[in-house]
């Protein structure tokens, strides 16, 4: 199918989406027995929704994969009617409707290409394998290819990888088990159903992230971040132990056993750990804190939006000779961690979080002339955040601290392609990378630059730091990766770099 005559498809649907939809609900009324009145107006209001849904989601494929996309589509839809009860040839009908009423109300060549995707679900419905409990098993797992590197790696790689070529049957998998289980829920959460799949892919990927690394504490940190975004949502922390339940289950169906057994394992500790209580995170900024009273006063600047009284709360702070090193390590750091927790627990928006950060940007901008020491080190750092990292704030904080510290330093900001970072690296002749990741799913990023690196002759003598949230969630994970070390805060990573170079002058 051409492109523009699928999108031309596509514009005609979505005008013509209520018309369509009475046309299609008045043929299915039509041809099926009437039930009592008060069912039909519930069963009738349910099936305008659902309808209304099939048009949305044929728009949507005929202007990226077409009757391919529509078909999974139509498979998925099947399971989630099956799970209410509602027979598979229901949804079969509403598809023949709402083609007969296609080819009525679109031009003859628009509803071809429309009529042609619908056909393609019918025939998903009609000879394909659903994915529902008992259909699961029935569905061949595609063989992971022959990866010698991977063979090398050991097994925790070759199960990351495995997990991660299934992730598109996985998901979708996992959904439709969990809503199978709670038919309730299906119906009630309708447009929550497409956040719970795109969830999915989140949750496998930092599990094939923890799995590679042999490390379930990195996926039980996840966990625990995402039951307090779901809390500060409303949502019930039990969905997402539901979930996590269903996508072992999926996986031990979909992969070899050798490779499901330990993704189901780090699952299950998750699971228990979600399960055990939440514990509360307190905040990061307190009034007895060592600078508390400064930080609590720019963080309500920060938190009111109001950016000339945070500068003017550091500039003032600054004019009576409080040292900038202490207002990076006391105000700006615990400031920027409150913000991050404010955020996850649904207390302010992601704008207002942009913009807070925004605000201490621009201040650490007005302070870099202090920021120099005339004391200069004869040592060079570069200092990045890693490919797909788009948090360039933690970086910027270590780079400022080395600066203080009399190094050269050299800041390429967020998410930097690896061969770049290698290549700044030669060119400055660092003595020091640092490396910032985020989120679990930042790992193979890390350790994709980390290798490539120690492969680099250029970069034979550089020290490797490694730093930001999973480092500071799982003890020693920076030895995993290859690195030479890690810091929980940007002040300690210059005392650790100063003593690894020193201990190879030794």
Do not use: K, M, W
């Given at each position: 199918m051409a492109i523009p005559e699928g999108n031309t498809a596509a514009d005609e649907l979505l005008a013509r989406r209520e018309p369509l939809k009475d046309a299609t609900i008045g043929r299915i009324e039509a041809a099926r027995r009437a039930p009592g009145e008060g069912g039909e107006r519930e069963d009738t209001a349910r099936c305008r929704e659902d309808?209304?849904?099939?048009?949305?989601?044929?728009?949507?494929?005929?202007?990226?994969?077409?009757?391919?996309q529509f078909g999974e589509y139509c498979a998925f839809t099947a399971v989630f009617l099956e799970g209410?009860?509602?027979?598979?040839?229901?949804?079969?009908?509403?598809?023949?409707?709402?083609?007969?009423?296609?080819?009525?109300?679109?031009?003859?060549?628009l509803a071809a290409i429309a009529q042609g995707a619908l056909?393609?679900?019918?025939?998903?419905?009609?000879?394909?394998?659903?994915?529902?409990?008992?259909?699961?098993?029935?569905?061949?797992?595609?063989?992971?290819?022959?990866?010698?590197?991977?063979?090398?790696?050991?097994?925790?790689?070759?199960?990351?990888t495995a997990l991660a070529r299934a992730a598109p049957r996985l998901a979708p998998m996992s959904v439709a088990l969990s809503y199978m289980r709670r038919p309730g829920d299906a119906l009630a959460h309708r447009a929550r159903r497409g956040r719970c799949l795109e969830d999915a892919r989140r949750h496998i990927d930092q599990l094939a992230a923890a799995v590679e690394l042999e490390t379930p504490a990195l996926f039980g940190d996840y966990a625990d971040w995402v039951r307090s975004l779901l809390t500060s949502f409303g949502v019930d922390p039990a969905e997402l132990v539901n979930h996590l339940g269903a996508l072992g289950d999926a996986i031990a169906l979909a992969l070899p056993e050798?490779?499901?057994?330990?993704?189901?394992?780090?699952?299950?500790?998750?699971?228990?750990?979600?399960?055990a209580g939440h514990v509360e995170i307190p905040s990061f900024v307190q009034p007895d804190a060592p600078l508390g009273v400064l930080a609590c006063a720019y963080l309500d600047a920060q938190l009111q939006g109001d950016r000339w009284r945070a500068i003017n709360v550091i500039r003032d702070a600054v004019d009576a000779g409080t040292p900038i090193k202490d207002i990076y390590a006391h105000v700006f750091q615990p400031c920027q961690y409150e913000i991050g927790r404010l955020w996850q627990a649904h207390?302010?928006?992601?704008?207002?979080?942009?913009?807070?950060?925004?605000?201490?940007?621009?201040?650490?901008?007005?302070?870099?002339?202090?920021?120099?020491?005339?004391?200069?080190?004869?040592?060079?750092?570069?200092?990045?955040?890693?490919?797909g990292n788009l948090h360039e704030i933690g970086a910027r904080f270590v780079a400022d601290f080395f600066e203080m510290a009399g190094w050269d330093t050299f800041y390429l900001g967020a998410s930097t392609p690896a061969q770049d970072v290698i290549d700044e690296v030669a060119r400055r002749q660092a003595d020091v990378l640092a490396v910032s990741a985020t989120l679990g799913e930042h790992l193979r990023s890390v350790h994709k630059l980390i290798t490539a690196a120690r492969h680099d002759g250029r970069c034979r003598d550089v020290v490797l730091l490694v730093g930001g949230q999973p480092f500071r969630a799982v003890h020693g994970l920076w030895?995993?990766?290859?690195?030479?070390?890690?810091?929980?805060?940007?002040?300690?990573?210059v005392r650790v770099a100063q003593a690894l170079l020193a201990a190879r002058s030794a």
């Open positions: 309808v209304g849904a099939h048009v949305d989601a044929l728009a949507a494929a005929l202007r990226a994969a077409g009757a391919a209410l009860g509602v027979p598979r040839s229901a949804l079969g009908a509403a598809l023949d409707a709402l083609s007969e009423t296609v080819g009525e109300q679109l031009a003859p060549t056909a393609a679900g019918r025939q998903r419905l009609d000879a394909s394998p659903i994915v529902t409990p008992v259909a699961l098993a029935s569905i061949p797992a595609e063989p992971p290819a022959h990866d010698d590197a991977a063979e090398a790696r050991g097994r925790a790689a070759e199960a990351a050798h490779l499901a057994e330990a993704p189901r394992r780090y699952l299950a500790a998750a699971i228990d750990r979600l399960t207390q302010i928006s992601i704008a207002e979080e942009h913009h807070c950060t925004a605000i201490t940007q621009t201040i650490l901008s007005h302070l870099y002339p202090l920021v120099f020491n005339a004391d200069r080190a004869g040592r060079r750092l570069v200092a990045t955040s890693v490919d030895r995993q990766l290859g690195a030479d070390g890690s810091a929980p805060t940007a002040e300690e990573a």
